[in-house]
């Protein structure tokens, strides 16, 4: 069984940063995986943010964070990161990790309906 923990949200005004990382415990990947991050606000739906997938590479950003957000992972503790920087009020939001265990194809990283397991969501909040 598959358990999943977030960490790293919380109050951060603008301009700064923030670090969230996500464990998957008991995933085991398929020769390749694939790691996402996503967020919601409330009264809108889902958005991609950012997603990286294994073997051969590849990271994918969403235009709007593209440049000050980085995701990473540690597969060998089978976990995800996702740094923050240049934080705006806009990101303001509930952010989900998701992973895959096995590579999705290009066209399927960015549809959370892909993913198989998820995190709990962290809030994030950018305020003055």
């Known amino acids: 069984q598959v358990h999943v923990v977030e960490s790293g949200g919380g109050l951060v005004q603008p301009g700064g940063s923030l670090r969230l990382a996500c464990v998957f415990s008991g995933l085991t990947w398929s020769s390749g995986g694939s790691m996402g991050w996503f967020r919601q606000v409330p009264g809108k739906e889902r958005e991609f943010v950012a997603a990286s997938r294994w073997p051969s590479g590849g990271t994918y950003y969403a235009d709007s964070v593209k440049g000050r957000f980085t995701i990473s992972r540690d597969n060998t503790r089978n976990t995800a990161f996702l740094q923050m920087n240049s934080l705006k009020p806009e990101d303001t939001a509930v952010y989900y990790c998701?992973?895959?265990?096995?590579?999705?194809?290009?066209?399927?990283?960015?549809?959370?309906?892909?993913?198989?397991?998820w995190g709990q969501g962290t809030q994030v909040t950018v305020s003055s």
């Open positions: 998701a992973a895959h265990h096995s590579r999705l194809i290009l066209s399927a990283v960015r549809d959370g309906e892909n993913y198989a397991y």
